[in-house]
């Protein structure tokens, strides 16, 4: 492993803070334009073992938000994108793309892995993830609502905590109906302004809650 590589990482966390990172494994799944910004932190802080969910292809649409979205991978499936820039930001992490959305019944071990960072869109899915890796004891952080926002005041809470952000409202209540009360998120609390009846997103705000994850995650891992 080149040292230049993490050395601006070391002269903050430590050799013993990039150990920890370089041997800790992480499933991202979404890979959009919040999941795409905590994908690449996760990879140029140093986690060794990364792993890649997302069944979309990228769109034109895309462009303006996320990392994937290039003119030149349009059409391409974002996780097999995102491992691409992966490897080519470090090519001695260890990088799986899972070319899938998860679903309800989905056959992927979660309990491989330190952390599971969910960026989902999907309300059904992003359920099932939650439920399924509590239930299995794996440690989780979830997003919720960035988009048809101006800012980029996100933070960590407890999803009991949380207020103003529909999507958390809404997923509190289905939480609370499978049984759980906690769960740390990254939310905001401006409220969404539709437009057309539509939720817009800006280049730099899915980035902001995305690079929320992975921080908390990061900082978890270098610290345990």
Same mark, same amino acid.
């Given at each position: 492993?080149?040292? %230049?590589?993490? +050395?601006?990482?070391?002269?903050?966390?430590?050799?013993?803070?990039?150990?920890?990172?370089?041997?800790? /494994?992480?499933?991202?799944?979404?890979?959009?334009?919040?999941?795409?910004?905590?994908?690449?932190?996760?990879?140029?802080?140093?986690?060794?073992?990364?792993?890649?969910?997302?069944?979309?292809?990228?769109?034109?649409?895309? =462009?303006?938000?996320?990392?994937?979205?290039?003119?030149?991978?349009?059409? /391409?499936?974002?996780?097999?994108?995102?491992?691409?820039?992966?490897?080519? #930001?470090?090519?001695?992490?260890?990088?799986?793309? !899972?070319?899938?959305?998860?679903?309800?019944?989905?056959?992927?071990? =979660?309990?491989?892995?330190?952390?599971? #960072?969910?960026?989902?869109?999907?309300?059904?899915?992003?359920?099932? !993830?939650?439920?399924?890796?509590?239930?299995?004891?794996?440690?989780?952080?979830?997003?919720?609502?960035?988009?048809?926002?101006?800012?980029?005041?996100?933070?960590?809470?407890? #999803?009991?905590?949380? +207020?103003?952000?529909?999507?958390?409202?809404?997923?509190?209540?289905?939480? /609370? %109906?499978?049984?759980?009360?906690? !769960?740390?998120?990254?939310? +905001?609390?401006?409220?969404?302004?539709?437009?057309?009846?539509? =939720?817009?997103?800006? +280049?730099?705000?899915?980035?902001?809650?995305? !690079?929320?994850?992975?921080?908390?995650?990061?900082?978890?891992?270098?610290?345990?």
């Amino acid at each position: 492993m080149s040292e %230049e590589r993490f +050395s601006r990482t070391v002269k903050l966390i430590g050799q013993e803070g990039l150990a920890k990172l370089r041997s800790a /494994r992480v499933i991202v799944i979404g890979c959009g334009g919040v999941g795409s910004y905590a994908a690449e932190a996760c990879t140029r802080a140093g986690i060794g073992h990364l792993t890649f969910m997302d069944g979309d292809a990228v769109a034109q649409s895309n =462009l303006n938000r996320q990392l994937v979205a290039l003119t030149s991978t349009i059409g /391409r499936n974002k996780a097999e994108v995102m491992a691409e820039r992966a490897r080519d #930001i470090d090519p001695e992490t260890d990088v799986t793309a !899972l070319g899938r959305f998860y679903r309800k019944g989905d056959e992927l071990d =979660l309990t491989q892995y330190d952390w599971v #960072i969910d960026a989902i869109d999907d309300v059904d899915a992003k359920t099932e !993830l939650i439920c399924r890796a509590t239930e299995l004891g794996v440690n989780i952080i979830s997003a919720m609502g960035a988009a048809g926002k101006f800012g980029t005041d996100f933070k960590v809470s407890d #999803i009991s905590k949380t +207020s103003v952000c529909p999507l958390a409202r809404v997923m509190r209540k289905r939480l /609370r %109906e499978r049984g759980i009360e906690n !769960l740390p998120v990254v939310y +905001s609390e401006e409220k969404p302004v539709p437009r057309d009846g539509d =939720l817009g997103t800006l +280049s730099y705000v899915p980035g902001s809650a995305g !690079l929320t994850l992975a921080g908390y995650v990061i900082r978890k891992i270098a610290e345990g």
